[in-house]
């Protein structure tokens, strides 16, 4: 007796079709696993054995071959448990053959029968969906996850009998639902304001524009000077997610195992901040079956590197090309895997080992110590910075101000910010990027042209700076983005006057 349902594997971000089939004969008793299978895998005979045998179903003596399909794709994971055992379960007819053939199903059984729960839900709810399946078996745990997706009953069960359960009797068991309107009503409650930062009002209007033009920044300062309050509140300036990016980074967050089982929806935007010691492995993902790592957990989001000189070269290396292509690839024997990285960059570090420079009455390094610290990060990742602020020590005065909301704050940031991104997404409505920090040469040319007047303050900028070809386009791209804050068509001079004091400080040429 043969009988097949269907389940999905994840490779990369998404979901791929795996056919779970099942054939049931007269014959010497085993139990037979095929179809290019990981170990765990494997081991489902065992859990499915016991699982079904402690919810009072003995399998009788007979030949049971299990087969995984396509044979030439490797499935990994325990997702394959439960429909593992409903395929068995159909094949001796104690479920209903018709009952398999519009449901997808995916889950891991315990010896005792308790379904827990697995990553990747959501791709494989997008993909049921695109393949016309009616309902969608998952693990209870993982149905609030599942229902994100529209158009397809989600059935949560927390122990094999209520998937026997349901495949006997398809109205025994009501559908997972969630309000994502709702869910969106409540987003960004929880984000930090830019108004509880006293003073640092040239750190802010930079993070202003590097969030306008989506610029990686790095700032420079003394330890305390609240590089990392800046940074924390950059999420909640840039504009808000659409379900469609929400759904998006949920679906990176889901795979990577790191969702909330009971808020699984992200509506705000990553922040992901990791440690200095973070190896260029979890950064970047990987793994035998790659998983995403902490650049795609932060993908249209913030990743903020704090005590950047700190990090393995290695990670930061990295880190070069996700910048570059928006994408991380990772190949493997049994394939290639990408996975999304539209991340901007929010670095920091202090302007010495001891962190004062250039307050010499408290930085005792010398000279050469200062070069070794700052030199340790790489020229090419600095080549992907085009905004450097200084972050000053909050004097007296600011501090001992009265405690109420001041200088720039979130609300009037992003306002702005939404609208320079709007001119920014119709100006380049027929190019394949959307920021003025992504314009290639061909960009530069049509989109950040000069007037005779600007063009000879910045030949007079390029000569007296001594601009590298690289410094010179940053330097144009960073002016683009401060016109389109003002709303203005044309860089002018001021645009560009202060599109060079974000300039990398000397010392770091
Ligand atoms: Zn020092």
Avoid: W
Avoid at 50 to 71: D, H, M, V, W, Y
Avoid at 232 to 258: C, D, M, Q
């Amino acid at each position: 007796m043969f009988r097949t349902i269907l389940s999905g594997a994840i490779h990369g971000i998404e979901c791929k079709s795996v056919s779970v089939e099942a054939d049931v004969s007269n014959g010497l008793p085993s139990f037979l696993m095929v179809g290019f299978l990981s170990s765990e895998v494997k081991e489902a005979s065992e859990r499915v054995r016991n699982a079904l045998r402690n919810s009072g179903i003995q399998l009788p003596a007979k030949r049971f071959t299990i087969n995984l399909s396509p044979a030439d794709m490797r499935k990994s994971g325990t997702a394959f448990d439960l429909p593992i055992a409903a395929v068995l379960l159909a094949a001796l007819e104690e479920i209903p053959e018709e009952s398999l053939k519009d449901v997808f199903m995916a889950g891991e059984l315990s010896l005792n029968g308790r379904v827990n729960g697995v990553c990747g839900i959501l791709a494989m709810a997008v993909y049921a969906r695109e393949r016309g399946m009616k309902y969608l078996v998952v693990p209870k745990e993982n149905a609030k996850e599942a229902a994100i997706v529209s158009g397809i009953q989600v059935i949560g069960v927390e122990h094999l009998t209520q998937m026997i359960e349901f495949m006997k009797d398809k109205t025994s068991m009501v559908s997972e639902h969630i309000n994502i309107e709702e869910i969106f009503q409540n987003s960004q409650k929880g984000l930090l304001d830019f108004g509880d930062i006293c003073g640092q009002e040239r750190a802010k209007r930079a993070v202003e524009i590097a969030a306008a033009g989506r610029h990686n920044i790095l700032l420079i300062g003394a330890p305390g000077t609240g590089k990392s309050m800046l940074a924390k509140r950059i999420p909640g300036i840039l504009s808000p997610l659409t379900l469609e990016e929400s759904i998006a980074i949920t679906k990176v967050h889901s795979i990577a195992g790191v969702l909330d089982k009971d808020n699984p929806l992200l509506t705000d935007r990553p922040f992901q901040q990791p440690h200095h010691t973070i190896s260029p492995f979890a950064l970047a993902g990987g793994g035998r079956n790659p998983k995403p790592g902490v650049i795609s957990l932060a993908h249209r989001g913030v990743l903020f590197l704090d005590e950047l000189p700190e990090f393995h070269r290695e990670s930061l290396e990295i880190l070069r090309q996700p910048l570059e292509d928006k994408e991380i690839h990772i190949s493997r024997v049994n394939g290639n895997y990408t996975f999304p990285a539209e991340i901007m960059l929010v670095a920091a570090m202090n302007p010495c080992k001891c962190g004062y420079y250039p307050d010499r009455n408290r930085c005792k390094c010398t000279p050469a110590e200062i070069n070794h610290y700052q030199s340790r990060i790489s020229k090419p990742l600095l080549d992907r910075i085009d905004l450097y602020v200084e972050v000053e020590e909050v004097t007296y005065e600011k501090l001992s101000a009265p405690r109420m909301k001041q200088g720039l704050q979130s609300e009037k940031m992003r306002k702005n910010i939404i609208r320079a991104g709007q001119v920014q997404a119709q100006r380049y409505e027929k190019k394949p990027y959307c920021f003025n920090s992504e314009l290639d040469e061909m960009g530069l040319l049509e989109f950040c042209a000069l007037e005779e007047k600007e063009k000879k303050l910045m030949e007079k900028i390029f000569h007296k700076l001594k601009l590298s070809a690289r410094g010179y386009h940053r330097m144009l791209k960073v002016a683009r983005t401060i016109a389109d804050l003002e709303g203005e068509e044309r860089i002018r001079e001021h645009h560009l006057k202060e599109a060079v004091s974000y300039r990398k400080n000397t010392m770091m040429e």
